[in-house]
């Protein structure tokens, strides 16, 4: 995991994809978001996502997941290496959250999340804060899921 | 399920509460968002939560299926008077998403809509675009989550 000091604008990192099922997308819509079109192929059909399409939140808690164990993966590795590793804050929230295309059943998602820009906290002088845009892509190319994320990174001084 | 015509702005509807059990917590983390404060109390309580807290994924898949919940006895109540149902749009997404507090283990959120601003779609002249705020309030009255979500609502004519 790394420091504030690490990190730079426009530093990109795939974190992982994950294929969205229709028994996947119905079970999350069962639990979170039953909407016809979240539950059933023909109802999906005849929606404006024409097919069986993912809740909006399963592809955001998806792309949540991936980051996670990315996060996870990288501070097992640093820690393998020795290093120290910098332990981040809870998040605050995010922006400019948009879902761009449908998630379909049987679509395969590719997340990314991006550094776009980075400033110290005046509040908390320990700390950065970092702006990442995460985005998904589909096996198709097509940007499908965007947001703006804010973290908080503890600097090394 | 109400037309572009019949919101206005500065409309507040409550959507009901929920209860964020240890369980829940664990159980929704264990899926999406494994990190050690949202997955052990003990963790929790030594992380900048204080205790068990929620996934903000939680939180929002619980409003939203809140959200999902009221719309739809809406619909079952109008069309058990007769009347004409309108049916939304998807969302294009949101903005602004904010995890003010963190919801802890035995904490109640109250969920609540509220609508901002509305106007007529340029691109589509059948459909408003209903911008809308919604929050969730904890037991203590404290506000813990707060979005501003974008809606495209048909016109009556």
Redesign the interface.
């Known amino acids: 995991m790394r420091f504030f000091e690490d990190m730079e604008v426009g530093q990109r990192r795939e974190v992982g994809s994950f294929t969205f099922t229709a028994e996947a997308i119905k079970k999350f819509a069962a ?5 016809r ?1 979240h539950l059933d192929e023909e109802e999906g059909r005849k ?3 024409g097919g069986l399409a993912a ?3 399963h592809v ?3 792309c ?2 991936l980051l ?2 990315d996060v ?1 993966r990288q501070m097992r590795e640093a820690a393998a290496r020795g290093e120290k590793v910098a332990e981040w ?11 761009l295309k ?1 998630v379909l059943a049987g679509d395969t998602v590719s997340f990314a999340s991006e550094v776009v820009s980075k400033r110290t906290s005046e509040s908390r002088p320990r700390w950065g804060v970092l702006k990442a845009r995460q985005t998904g892509t589909n096996q198709r190319g097509e940007l499908v899921y965007s947001m703006l994320a804010t973290a908080f990174v503890p600097r090394r001084s």
């Not at 639990?31 to 909407?35: A, N, R, Y």
């Not at 804050?89 to 879902?99: D, Q």
């Open positions: 639990q979170f978001d039953p909407q079109f929606s404006p996502f809740s909006g939140w955001g808690s998806v949540m997941k996670v164990a996870q804050g809870p998040s605050p929230g995010f922006r400019e959250l948009r879902w449908p």
